[in-house]
């Protein structure tokens, strides 16, 4: 079920290669031993395959080509089994490269869009191939013909592996490496097939990849897919224990795999834009931020005009998302009028509430949170902004042991609370908030450098009005 890649350093480069190897079984009997014995036949030939001379590598969007048990073999000439991991990089074009001819490494850049990313240097992308022909004299076909009744199955395994690799691995180093992950998988993926083989009937694996606190770092999960998260929990809890880790984190979800930050969200939102921000200096000071992922909601996305009334729409749709992409609910992000229709459900509001422009504030959060995902919130009442100040120690803790997203409402404003920096020797106190009243694109550096995310003193709040604070509770569950 599990490939673990925990060679540690200070910065790190990825080789990820990903490719499609075709398993075909002809089964001439339904008996299940003799099923079983065909299908692990098949999976050994196919890692005498990426253990043969046949087994190629290339490297994505460049020229280079590497033949992992031919001698390290690679083109162009340059590049021999003792060329450093990291000068690859320099063969990778970018579009704008390509279109001037010239080869240069890919810029790095300075802000990461993932909690575990900022210690990557870069990724390298390996594509995974087979020679189709062999050198040297070939025997002449032969043609038979049998008749007979057997079944045919055929499927392609989507191979992906991944090792991280430090300043000092050779090329030489990473293909025993990945030759070896690519073998162990396949191993993982045989496994997984036979265990949930019915009848003729077989699940395609689907190998998944998970960042875990060091130093464990990167671990590959195969799961068959099409089996919902649900029905894994027995793999997961084998997991959590194998890797002693506690109980109370969904690590291994499927919402949880580790998302590379050279790929694109296909939604558009921006992830995490506060992991670009840089930390205030308080004395004695602490920093307790959210914990995991989370997305920007804000006016006017999702071709909804809900700019003047909708702040707290948008702040508990980010805290929404914290919970389905930490895998604690597989339900979507909700809409406004989902989220009016749930204040409906529980006679909290009346039906002519749904398709209204009415505000919301952290009572009605509270009550959705409950109604759509099963979340249970505290609500931290403050009659007047200048006494949140006083309360550094509950918002520390709650982000040191809960770690969701808070939404605060107070007059006819709404902001979501990412963190807090705070000193209990002085009482200094900073507040990273995440403003859901950003009506432009998105554009992290806009939304940093113009403080639509970014640190606020205690001045930010209106000293007179009252605020309620709704802080969600983390639910303990693998």
């Known amino acids: 079920m599990v490939v673990s890649d925990s060679q540690c350093s200070d910065t790190w480069t990825i080789l990820r290669v990903r490719g499609p190897l ?19 036949r098949t999976f050994g030939t196919l890692q005498s395959l990426v253990k043969s001379e046949a087994c190629v590598l290339t490297v994505c969007d460049s020229p280079v080509i590497i033949w992992p048990n031919r001698g390290v073999h690679a083109t162009p000439d340059e590049i021999t089994p003792n060329t450093l991991c990291e000068d690859l990089q320099q063969w990778i074009q970018t579009d704008e490269q390509e279109s001037t001819g010239k080869r240069s490494a890919r810029k790095k850049s300075k802000k990461s869009s993932s909690v575990f990313t900022f210690v990557i240097q870069s990724i390298i992308n390996l594509r995974l191939m087979m020679e189709a022909t062999t050198t040297g004299p070939l025997p002449p076909p032969i043609l038979t013909r049998t008749i007979k009744k057997s079944h045919f199955f055929s499927t392609t395994l989507p191979m992906d592996c991944v090792i991280r690799t430090n300043c000092n691995d050779t090329i030489k180093d990473a293909c025993e490496r990945l030759v070896e992950a690519l073998s162990h998988q396949l191993c993982e993926m045989e496994k997984v097939i036979l265990q949930h083989m019915k009848g003729m009937t077989l699940l395609v694996p689907e190998p998944l990849h998970f960042l875990l606190p060091e130093p464990k770092g990167l671990v590959t999960v195969v799961y068959p897919a099409g089996v919902p998260d649900s029905q894994l929990e027995t793999q997961r809890r084998d997991l959590h224990q194998r890797f002693e880790l506690l109980d109370d984190w969904p690590y291994f979800r499927r919402a949880n ?103 919301i504030g952290s009572i009605e959060v509270q009550a959705v ?39 605060i409402g107070g007059g006819v404003l709404a902001h979501t609370i990412l963190g807090v920096a705070w000193s209990e020797t002085t009482g200094q106190i900073r507040y990273l908030i995440l403003d859901p009243h950003y009506t432009g694109a998105e554009d992290l550096q806009v939304i940093t450098d113009k403080g639509w995310c970014g640190w606020k003193g205690p001045d930010f709040w209106d000293q007179t009005a009252y605020y309620n604070l709704c802080l969600p509770q983390r639910p303990k569950t693998i």
């Open 257 to 359: 795999a580790y998302h590379f930050p050279n790929e694109p969200y296909r939604d558009g939102y921006l992830r995490n834009p506060h992991l670009v921000l840089t930390h205030p200096t308080l004395d004695n000071g602490k920093v307790y931020l959210v914990q995991g992922i989370y997305s920007y909601h804000h006016y006017m996305q999702d071709h909804m005009d809900d700019n003047g009334w909708g702040c707290a729409y948008r702040s508990l749709q980010t805290i929404c998302s914290w919970f389905e992409q930490q895998g604690y609910t597989e339900r979507h992000v909700p809409t406004h009028k989902e989220i009016q229709q749930a204040l409906v459900d529980v006679g909290d509001k009346q039906k002519s509430f749904v398709g209204s422009r009415q505000w």
């Open 22 to 40: 075709e398993l075909k079984c002809q089964l001439d009997s339904t008996d299940v031993p003799l099923m079983h014995k065909v299908i692990s």
């Open 369 to 407: 949170l409950n109604q759509l995902l099963e979340v249970t919130s505290k609500i931290m009442f403050v009659s007047q902004g200048s006494e949140l100040a006083s309360k550094g120690r509950e918002l520390a803790n709650h982000f040191l042991t809960e770690g969701t997203p808070v939404m």
